[in-house]
Protein backbone atom coordinates (compact mmCIF):
# COMPACT_ATOMS: atom_id res chain seq x y z
CA UNK A 1 0.00 0.00 0.00
CA UNK A 2 3.21 2.28 1.04
CA UNK A 3 3.97 1.54 -2.40
CA UNK A 4 0.96 2.77 -4.28
CA UNK A 5 0.59 6.25 -2.52
CA UNK A 6 4.30 6.53 -3.13
CA UNK A 7 3.75 6.06 -6.84
CA UNK A 8 0.57 8.61 -7.08
CA UNK A 9 2.77 10.98 -5.21
CA UNK A 10 5.82 10.78 -7.50
CA UNK A 11 3.38 10.61 -10.48
CA UNK A 12 1.65 13.93 -9.26
CA UNK A 13 5.00 15.55 -8.60
CA UNK A 14 5.98 14.88 -12.16
CA UNK A 15 2.76 16.39 -13.69
CA UNK A 16 3.53 19.79 -11.50
CA UNK A 17 7.18 19.75 -12.55
CA UNK A 18 6.19 19.61 -16.26
CA UNK A 19 6.42 23.02 -18.08
CA UNK A 20 4.83 23.83 -21.19
CA UNK A 21 6.71 25.71 -23.97
CA UNK A 22 4.19 28.50 -23.68
CA UNK A 23 4.73 29.12 -19.91
CA UNK A 24 8.60 29.20 -20.74
CA UNK A 25 8.43 31.51 -23.96
CA UNK A 26 6.15 33.62 -21.67
CA UNK A 27 8.64 33.97 -19.03
CA UNK A 28 11.38 34.88 -21.31
CA UNK A 29 9.32 37.38 -23.08
CA UNK A 30 8.84 39.53 -19.44
CA UNK A 31 12.32 38.44 -18.85
CA UNK A 32 13.51 40.50 -22.25
CA UNK A 33 11.54 43.21 -21.26
CA UNK A 34 12.84 43.52 -17.75
CA UNK A 35 16.46 43.15 -19.24
CA UNK A 36 15.45 45.80 -21.81
CA UNK A 37 14.71 48.03 -18.81
CA UNK A 38 17.56 47.55 -17.11
CA UNK A 39 19.60 47.96 -19.84
CA UNK A 40 18.14 51.38 -21.20
CA UNK A 41 18.31 52.27 -18.10
CA UNK A 42 22.48 52.23 -17.63
CA UNK A 43 22.75 53.52 -21.14
CA UNK A 44 20.77 56.83 -19.94
CA UNK A 45 23.88 57.00 -17.55
CA UNK A 46 26.53 56.59 -20.44
CA UNK A 47 27.57 59.94 -20.30
CA UNK A 48 28.88 59.77 -16.89
CA UNK A 49 29.87 56.10 -16.56
CA UNK A 50 30.72 53.12 -18.78
CA UNK A 51 29.36 49.72 -17.65
CA UNK A 52 32.10 48.76 -15.61
CA UNK A 53 31.94 51.96 -13.61
CA UNK A 54 28.24 51.67 -12.96
CA UNK A 55 28.91 48.20 -11.53
CA UNK A 56 31.54 49.25 -9.01
CA UNK A 57 29.31 52.67 -7.94
CA UNK A 58 26.58 49.68 -7.57
CA UNK A 59 29.04 47.81 -5.29
CA UNK A 60 29.58 50.62 -3.15
CA UNK A 61 26.06 51.98 -2.55
CA UNK A 62 25.39 47.98 -1.80
CA UNK A 63 28.01 47.61 0.17
CA UNK A 64 28.85 51.40 1.32
CA UNK A 65 33.00 51.20 2.05
CA UNK A 66 35.16 48.68 0.46
CA UNK A 67 39.06 47.88 -0.06
CA UNK A 68 40.17 47.95 -3.70
CA UNK A 69 40.97 44.48 -3.78
CA UNK A 70 37.51 44.24 -2.34
CA UNK A 71 35.81 45.99 -5.20
CA UNK A 72 38.52 44.50 -7.53
CA UNK A 73 36.64 41.09 -6.42
CA UNK A 74 33.51 41.89 -6.51
CA UNK A 75 33.84 43.54 -9.76
CA UNK A 76 35.56 40.68 -11.49
CA UNK A 77 38.88 42.90 -12.37
CA UNK A 78 42.69 43.00 -12.03
CA UNK A 79 43.40 44.93 -9.29
CA UNK A 80 45.74 47.19 -11.88
CA UNK A 81 42.82 47.76 -13.71
CA UNK A 82 40.63 48.79 -11.05
CA UNK A 83 42.97 50.72 -9.52
CA UNK A 84 42.95 53.11 -12.62
CA UNK A 85 39.02 52.70 -13.03
CA UNK A 86 39.16 54.30 -9.51
CA UNK A 87 41.60 57.23 -9.97
CA UNK A 88 39.09 58.29 -12.99
CA UNK A 89 36.08 57.88 -11.13
CA UNK A 90 37.60 59.99 -8.28
CA UNK A 91 39.01 62.40 -10.54
CA UNK A 92 35.03 62.39 -11.86
CA UNK A 93 33.65 63.15 -8.32
CA UNK A 94 32.12 59.91 -8.15
CA UNK A 95 33.91 57.99 -5.57
CA UNK A 96 36.29 59.30 -2.64
CA UNK A 97 39.40 56.99 -1.86
CA UNK A 98 41.11 57.35 1.46
CA UNK A 99 43.72 55.20 3.50
CA UNK A 100 41.78 52.76 5.58
CA UNK A 101 42.76 54.06 9.33
CA UNK A 102 42.82 50.37 10.54
CA UNK A 103 45.85 49.29 7.82
CA UNK A 104 47.59 52.07 6.33
CA UNK A 105 48.52 49.79 3.31
CA UNK A 106 45.06 49.75 1.95
CA UNK A 107 42.74 52.41 0.84
CA UNK A 108 39.13 52.64 1.17
CA UNK A 109 36.98 53.31 -1.25
CA UNK A 110 33.53 55.24 -0.83
CA UNK A 111 30.71 57.08 -2.93
CA UNK A 112 30.49 60.34 -3.29
CA UNK A 113 26.94 62.19 -3.66
CA UNK A 114 27.33 62.28 -7.17
CA UNK A 115 28.17 58.87 -7.50
CA UNK A 116 25.33 57.87 -4.96
CA UNK A 117 23.05 60.16 -7.67
CA UNK A 118 24.08 58.00 -10.62
CA UNK A 119 22.87 54.86 -9.12
CA UNK A 120 19.78 56.27 -7.74
CA UNK A 121 19.24 58.06 -11.63
CA UNK A 122 18.99 54.94 -12.85
CA UNK A 123 17.04 53.05 -10.24
CA UNK A 124 14.52 55.95 -11.15
CA UNK A 125 15.07 54.96 -14.88
CA UNK A 126 13.67 51.60 -13.80
CA UNK A 127 11.12 53.07 -11.90
CA UNK A 128 9.60 55.01 -14.47
CA UNK A 129 9.58 52.30 -16.85
CA UNK A 130 7.84 50.16 -15.13
CA UNK A 131 5.24 52.38 -13.65
CA UNK A 132 3.41 53.08 -16.81
CA UNK A 133 3.36 49.39 -18.02
CA UNK A 134 2.06 48.61 -14.20
CA UNK A 135 -0.39 51.39 -14.88
CA UNK A 136 -2.09 50.03 -17.56
CA UNK A 137 -2.95 46.93 -15.76
CA UNK A 138 -6.07 46.75 -13.95
CA UNK A 139 -5.49 46.72 -10.23
CA UNK A 140 -6.45 43.41 -8.89
CA UNK A 141 -4.35 42.11 -11.94
CA UNK A 142 -1.62 44.32 -10.34
CA UNK A 143 -1.88 42.64 -7.12
CA UNK A 144 -2.25 39.16 -8.40
CA UNK A 145 1.30 39.76 -10.91
CA UNK A 146 3.19 41.07 -7.46
CA UNK A 147 1.97 37.93 -5.77
CA UNK A 148 2.77 35.94 -8.59
CA UNK A 149 6.10 37.52 -8.96
CA UNK A 150 7.22 37.18 -5.21
CA UNK A 151 6.52 33.43 -5.52
CA UNK A 152 8.41 32.99 -8.85
CA UNK A 153 11.08 35.20 -6.81
CA UNK A 154 11.00 32.44 -3.80
CA UNK A 155 11.24 29.84 -5.72
CA UNK A 156 14.35 29.52 -6.96
CA UNK A 157 18.23 30.25 -5.17
CA UNK A 158 18.47 33.70 -4.09
CA UNK A 159 20.53 35.54 -6.31
CA UNK A 160 24.37 36.08 -5.69
CA UNK A 161 25.27 39.94 -4.98
CA UNK A 162 27.93 39.64 -7.71
CA UNK A 163 25.78 38.56 -10.07
CA UNK A 164 23.09 41.41 -9.05
CA UNK A 165 26.20 43.59 -9.16
CA UNK A 166 27.06 42.78 -12.74
CA UNK A 167 23.77 43.88 -13.88
CA UNK A 168 23.57 46.97 -12.44
CA UNK A 169 21.56 46.03 -9.69
CA UNK A 170 22.21 46.86 -5.94
CA UNK A 171 21.74 44.76 -3.16
Keep these: MADGASKRTSRSEAKKAHVGHAELEAVQAA ?8 S ?6 EDQVDLT ?7 LASRGSVSLGELADAAKLHLSTASRMCDRMVVAGLMNRADD ?14 GRRVV ?6 RRAALEPMLAAMPK ?6 V ?25
Design 53 to 59: QFRALVI
Design 147 to 171: ALLQEFAASGPPPAEPDLWFMGWST
Design 40 to 45: QSIAAV
Design 120 to 125: EDVMRQ
Design 31 to 38: CRVLVAIS
Design 140 to 145: PRRAEL
Design 101 to 114: PANRRQLMLTLTDG
